[in-house]
Nanobody, 115 residues
Framework: QVQLVESGGGLVQAGGSLTVSCVAS????????MGWYRQAPGKQRELVAR???????NYADSVLGRFTISRDNAKNTVYLQMNSLKPEDSAVYYC?????????WGKGTLITVSS
């Protein structure tokens, strides 16, 4: 069973930066893609950023230019660096991994951006 463990969430002021990490229990090279999703209270979970084994990335329009997703295969870790944070970025951020028809989720890490 694949386990994904997020860390690095917390409280940050608007305009600040934060980096969250996701460590997988197995090699991340086997996944078709890994990504970060977020869910704010009363809203649906949405894709924030995604990265493939080859390093291709895509981002939600709302974070383009502010967030950067990256991966370290040797550490089985995916990162999300977040700059110029806004209050509307506040949410629980979930790590996601996909392998064929299977999808795995972490338990999430809370990020709160104060104005």
């Amino acid at each position: 069973q694949v386990q994904l463990v997020e860390s690095g969430g917390g409280l940050v002021q608007a305009g600040g930066s934060l980096t969250v990490s996701c460590v997988a229990s197995q090699s991340i090279s086997v996944f078709d893609a890994m990504g970060w999703y977020r869910q704010a209270p009363g809203k649906q979970r949405e894709l924030v950023a995604r990265i493939t084994p080859g390093g291709s990335t895509n981002y939600a329009d709302s974070v383009l230019g502010r967030f950067t997703i990256s991966r370290d295969n040797a550490k089985n870790t995916v990162y999300l660096q977040m700059n110029s944070l806004k209050p509307e970025d506040s949410a629980v951020y979930y790590c996601n991994a996909k392998k064929r028809v299977l999808t795995y989720w972490g338990k999430g890490t809370l990020i709160t951006v104060s104005s």
